[in-house]
């Protein structure tokens, strides 16, 4: 098989680790040059991805100006920069790895969308939770039919607080819906793919609801944490008590969580209605709980938690109860991140071996949460054709 030359494209935190998935069998693909626009992160990832000073750019641009001899991109910068980047790669002749979410309009991942088809690019968007064993059983279970007919999914995911605040509070380069579209685009695109895939079929309407009510601007406090807080005993999220994300500079790491100029949701509901007539019940909320799950059949019903890797399935005919945990790795998203690159690394070596999420997946995915915050921001029933 040819050992593969990729370039990776942001060297932030997911750029990096999907880097080290990629290489870990170094008869497979070897990391050729690297772009990242941050000066401070530059020096560590040249050192890291062991590139010679010439190989190392500060844009993508320049990379694409420059490399000649390469086969495919990683593509890990924030979603407004998705488009454009996926675009210059493809027209260079790479494959992807393109990180979720596809881009942060629908605009843009229509434009994805058309030069890939124009050019036959072979594109993976990085759905990951797909391949974690977890959502494989989950997966494996309602398809089955050990559910019976499915009526109705309630599913909710709730990041860690320190990951709001750290993550989609503080951080500017992922506090607006200017650079990630929304908050349920960028986090949640994953799930919204999940319902897609356990339902098979595209969604047909949406309703959302939910805002920025508790995170908002008081001006009995001051912009920084440290700057003599008043609530700062009694404040959870005082910075000193959240252990800082690594993206951070220092300015940034102290921020007050109620001033930080953050325009995102604190708490969004979503209703999805699929023509088969399941409905989806989405919730996106903040509070420490990862991702859980109710999905009732006419024969069973199932609950999961992706913490602790359990689901149960209680069948309504038998009353029995039975367990499932299936097994997985600590790292990387419960080993998903691994299976995901060898996933690309397949299909790099045989174009006839798709991965489970490419553009159409991918597509689907901007829309609906695009259709959701349309439906929140206006108020109404959004029909997804309109936006196709
Ligand atoms: N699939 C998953 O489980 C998963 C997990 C985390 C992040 N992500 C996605 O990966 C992407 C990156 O996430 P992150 O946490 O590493 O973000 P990050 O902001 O820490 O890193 C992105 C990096 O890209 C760099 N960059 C921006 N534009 C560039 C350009 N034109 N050329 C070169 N470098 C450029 C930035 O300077 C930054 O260092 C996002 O789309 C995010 O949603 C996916």
């Known amino acids: 098989m040819k050992r593969h030359r990729i370039v990776v494209i942001g060297c932030g935190s997911r750029g990096m680790g999907m880097a080290r998935n990629l290489t870990r069998d170094p008869s497979r693909a070897e990391i050729v040059a690297a772009a990242e626009v941050r000066d401070d992160r530059r020096p560590r990832a040249q050192q890291e991805l062991g590139l010679p000073a010439e190989r190392m750019f500060s844009g993508h641009e320049e990379l694409l100006d420059k490399c000649n001899d390469i086969d495919a991109a990683l593509i890990a910068t924030q979603p407004f920069s998705h488009s454009e980047i996926a675009r210059a790669c493809m027209e260079k002749g790479l494959a992807l790895f393109l990180e979720k979410p596809m881009a942060d309009t629908i605009e843009g991942a229509k434009t994805i969308a058309d030069t890939a088809s124009r050019l036959g690019t072979q594109v993976h968007v990085g759905f990951n939770l797909r391949y974690?064993?977890?959502?494989?059983?989950?997966?494996?279970?309602?398809?089955?039919?050990?559910?019976?007919?499915?009526?109705?999914?309630?599913?909710?995911?709730?990041?860690?607080?320190?990951?709001?605040?750290?993550?989609?509070?503080r951080n500017p380069s992922y506090n607006r819906k200017s650079v990630i579209g929304s908050w349920l685009l960028e986090k949640s695109c994953h799930d919204i793919d999940q319902f897609n895939w356990l339902v098979g079929e595209r969604c047909v309407r949406v309703s959302s609801f939910g805002g920025r009510r508790f995170f908002v601007p008081r001006d009995d406090v001051p912009e920084h944490c440290t700057d003599g807080c008043p609530i700062s005993d009694e404040c959870m999220y005082f910075s000193h008590k959240q252990e800082a994300r690594g993206g951070l500079h220092p300015e940034e790491s102290d921020l007050c969580v109620y001033r930080c100029g953050s325009d995102l949701v604190d708490r969004q509901t979503t209703l999805f209605e699929y023509p088969d007539g399941t409905v989806v019940t989405f919730n996106l909320i903040p509070v420490d709980g990862g991702r859980f799950m109710h999905i009732a059949g006419s024969e069973a019903t199932l609950s999961g938690r992706d913490a602790t890797g359990e689901i149960s399935v209680r069948s309504m005919r038998t009353g029995i109860e039975t367990i499932y945990r299936p097994q997985a790795p600590r790292s990387g998203h419960g080993g998903a991140d691994q299976r995901t690159t060898n996933a690309f690394l397949d299909y790099l070596d045989d174009p006839a071996k798709l991965p489970m999420t490419t553009v159409p997946e991918g597509l689907e995915a901007v829309i609906m949460c695009c259709g959701a915050d349309l439906a929140l921001e206006e108020h109404r029933v959004v029909e997804l054709d309109t936006l196709r």
């Open 132 to 169: 974690a064993p977890f959502y494989e059983k989950l997966h494996e279970l309602v398809t089955s039919g050990a559910l019976g007919k499915i009526m109705t999914i309630n599913w909710t995911e709730a990041p860690s607080c320190r990951m709001y605040m750290n993550g989609y509070c």
